[in-house]
């Protein structure tokens, strides 16, 4: 009788925790969603190869988005200089791959490659992915 | 001999109240249209001379020479300094309850925009593409430096339909679907503001200067800049197309021999990264490819974008350029930015103009080494941050956002420009054909400060330029709506303690637009537009000196009128009472016809130009006419007792003959008494026409180098004529008078003259030439009081004797010709009424 009070117990509390847990859960999507009234920021997918990058050759830089609010805004910045890439979509591809060509050195180097999306409401934060360029 | 007297009497009488008519109403009228003009002018000074700020603070010893020279200062003077203010200065100075906006200006230097590339149609052909880039500045055209060549051919890959191959500069830059070039380097004049300051000062919004946020690299801060909405950049592209054959074959043969590899990666397009000397061989070996067509574009980037665009660039089917912000695509768009292209900038120094005999030229200080564009100033390249790859070793990154446009003013016939030093936008042009406009080339250089072409934060000024970065803060004092004397005077304490803080002070208020004719070398002759500083103070004082001038030589006029003419008739009313005397009237009674008599003279021209200026006072709603005359008629009453005084004092003296010279001489000298007056009123004449005209051309050519003082002394021109008129006709009514006067006293030797057997013209003659010897006299020693007065009160007189000896010459045939018909007059009158030539 003792365990089966227990047990009871042990479930009513358990099915008041998830309820605590849902409700507390439900609350907060309510918040995000209608009382900042703000949709989502997009993420940007950066993709590098993955094979080792040699410089003097042409690799693919894939920059994609969670976002589904297109035309899309699809920013690569390859990270060996100052120079930035820009695609303006025009349809609701959520994707745009960005070929480059890294200057070749007789030595490897590392540079920090970026990537941004943005749509039509925000802009995405930056992604930042570290390629090393292999000498020729 | 009675009738005669009574006739005499009654024209003299009827003369004089004319004459005295006259009197009262020009000296009311010129009295009263004096102060309605000058009330015109005030006003008129008021509504337009009060610009935007009135004080200009500059770091101390600002003025260039040429600013001390000539009190002009460049249309955008504030777009060249190197500083010498603090923050801490002006943000001390706008805190201040008496000042309304303190708007600092920090001139940054002359930077590039963030560098883009820009596209031009795709092509599904064999092409080869050469580029090349020209600059003008007006009138000639600089070849830009190097060529740019690239191919594009159909060859699919894992990465394009299109293999390309370029100079190494195009490398990740020309595309075969974007045919890409990158838009050359143009430098602009870039100068911080405070947007809110600035904001009060222009009523424009620049709080865009004011939003940073972070871009793509983080280690680089964002500096948003609003780029000038009508500034152009004068920069073409001669594109030449040409189609090539180029097989499939040829294709695999180059792959075969210079190594490519697309499916691994090793394309065309990256070999001048991965075999130098392989890349040249390369593109030696396509050079020679003939052509089989040639089409040839001229791309001018002047009509398409203004300076710090940093959007997509591109040409259409029709290869016409456009920009992506005025002529959005349906199609996807692909670029490059380049936001390292503020690593170094150019400070430019002060144009180093000459001044000789007048003539302003500017030499030129070098040439560019690739472009030849001629240099007119010194130009330092300076280093904003360093870089090694993506990593800023020294310095702190920054690069340029374009965040919006701002614009100026279009109007240029704005009468009282303020001169706030970055906004200025009025043309330079060639003298010789004002069509031809000037303007600074895509380098930096230039003779010419463009305005402003890009605005930022001040928040970025020590950062950019130095500790001091402000080169001048514009001040505009708080509680006055205009410029009149009450805000003049507020204005001048504010800047004298200004002055004092060491601070190179300019009050502007009326400053007004001018054009300076330059020659500048290489080019010829300009015309500049230039600022005055201050015009307002000038045209004021302008108009006091000519007003106190021509009321004073006004008022002496009429009074020595007034006083001869009484004086006359004075000692010739003696005679007439002595008569009545030796009659047996008494004194009693002389003295109430006396009475009757002035009573008359003076009541009867009072009355009617007491009822005249009444009406007038009434329609024209002016009472100071009425207050005028009745001034006038007082003062004429007052004088009586004290000329009938001094003509009876003067009665006693005798004329004593000078016994020798010529007979004109010795008339002259025994008439001395009798001509005095007439040559102090000749004299007076003479004054007026040189000296007023002296003062007036001088005034006038200092303000109307001004649009304030065109307008001004435009509303001021008729005013001058009237009084002009006006002091003209008095003078020589005065002097007609005068010879009646005196002729009328010698009517007996005229008589004599003609008994004796003298014909008219003999008289005329001898008369005359009296009048020649002391009316000479009188114009010459009034010119002399002229040029003495204007060489001691003005200065240089030399350039205006031409001048002087032409009124000079008029004036004395003037008197002559006047003279000439009142003696022809006299001499009828005596000879025909006096006795008959005894034949």
Redesign the interface.
Known sequence: MKKKLFTSLAVVFSLFLMFTVSTLASEGDSKNSTEYGVAAVPTAIFTIPTNPI???????FKVGTTSTSGPHVF?F??????????????GSEQSRTF??????YDYS?P??A?A?TADQLNISS?V?KTVIVNA? | MKITISLSKKREKFQMISLLLIIYILLSCSISSLNSANKTIQQDIYDFSRGSFDILLRPGKSHTSIEDELGLVEENYLGVGDGGISIEQWERIKNRKDIEVAAPVAAIGLYTASAINYSLPERNESIRYTVKYLTTDGVNNFDLGDTYTAYSFLDQNP??KYSTITDESL??IFRGEYPSFLFPLTYHQVVAIDAEEEGKLTGEDYSKIDLSS?G???D?DEVPILGLKDAQVPLKAFVQIENIQLSEDDIQQLKNKYRID?E????F???P??DKDLHIQLMKELAEIESTSTEKYELDFSDTISPFYDN?LYANEEYHLLNYEDHPV???????????SQKTYYSVGAVNYQLSDSKISIKQTGKEQESGIPLYREIQEKTNFV?D??NVIDGE?I?FNHVGYFEVDLNEEELASSPLGIYGIHSTYLAKDTKTLLHPTSLPGSFITTPAHGLISLNWAERLKSDTPIDAIRVRVADIEGYDKAAADKIKNMAAEFESEGFTVDIVAGASNQLLTINVEGIGEVIQPWTTLGAADTILKSWDIIKIILVSLFAIVSLVYVIFSFSNLIKSRRNDESLLMSLGWKKEHIKKLRFNEWSLLLGVPFIFAFTILLVASYILKESLLIISLVIIFSIVCLLIPIIRKFSLANVKLEHSPIGTGTVTWQNAWYYRHQITFSMFQISLMTVVSIFLTLVMTQQEKQTTQTTLGIYVHGQMEWFYTILLIFLYLLTILTLIESLLSLWQQRSDEITTFHHIGWSKKQLINFYLKEIALWSGVSVFIGALISVFSYLILFGNVVDSLLWVAGIVAILFSIILLVSLIVLSNVLHKSINFGYKKVS
Do not use: C, H
């Not at chain 1, 040699?54 to 693919?60: A, H, K, L, R």
């Not at chain 1, 910045?77 to 025009?90: C, K, S």
């Open positions: 040699i410089g003097g050759s042409q690799y693919p920013y910045n390859p990270g060996d200089g100052t120079t930035r890439q820009r695609y303006d979509g025009r070929y480059y060509t890294y200057k070749a180097k540079y920090s970026t941004q930056l930042t020729w | 990465f394009s490398v990740n972070s793509l690299n983080p680089f697309p691994n990666g090793l394309g397009e990256g070999l990264y991965r997509y349906d199609k996807e768009m692909w670029g490059i930015i380049d936001s390292g870089t790859g993506p990154g690069y």
